[in-house]
């Protein structure tokens, strides 16, 4: 298994770095792609599988959603949009449940599939803004291999020296000593990358960061375990070997790309 991880990374992550790197209509599509991805596997956890009219409409209000973020206001950052497409996912979606579907499945049916079309859509839409910053390849370099810092070192931490269970409910092989190796990782990893990238913060800022790096992505490695356990289902999909789907991956980079936009936006500039 920690071969097939390995294996995995080496191939993704130069495709991430040059992505990140060169920005532009790659960069759009890459974000694009893992976005659909992951969108089909959270929907297929409750059984929308791709064909059902609900998984395409999210699909659709997904790759809307991450288009529209491009076309953000760059003085005012407003985003006209985002609203619109929202109150349109909830209406739409509920008028086709309306006539469509048993009223016993109706709202899991519903919620479900505005869940998705937030938690993956909206969410990950921050990455289109987040680059489009002064400095924003550097901030995505810094939030994604932050983030891989924090997950590498929680899951070997964890394996040598967890004791002690962090969320037995929820994820029975998270410990609290991972949790505080993927926390004081995400610390470390931020000075080195600030080293490296120069970010225009000072190192308090970058301590910060690093620190909230550490505790959203586990959390939100936690919450999307929640979500598997919810929908009955060990791993939202297989397509990456070692890794699981798209989402085992996602689940960290989720919540913290989007405390990572926000404190940039409202903090450094």
Known sequence: MIRQRVLSALILIPIIFVAVWFGGPFYYLVVIVVAVLGALEFFGMRGLYYRH??????????????ISAHYKDP???????????????????????????RAETAFIYWVWTLAGIIYIGWMLSHFIPLRELDNGRDWVLFLL????????????CGRAWGRHSLASAISPSKTWEGAMGGFGAAIAAS???????????PYWQVIILGALIGVFAQL??????MLKRSAGVKESGTLIPGHGGILDRLDSIIFSVVVVYYYVTWVVI
């Open 53 to 66: 009219p609900l998984t395409l409409f999210g699909l659709l209000c997904v790759l809307l959603l991450i």
């Open 191 to 201: 000075l080195i990358l600030d080293a490296i990238l120069s970010l225009p913060v």
């Open 220 to 225: 939100g490695d936690l919450s999307e375990s």
């Open 145 to 156: 291999f932050a983030t891989f810092a924090t997950d590498t070192a929680a899951f070997f």
């Open 75 to 101: 003085e005012t950052l407003e985003d006209p949009y985002t609203a619109p497409i929202l109150a349109g996912a909830v209406v739409i979606s509920f008028i086709w449940l309306l006539f469509r579907s």
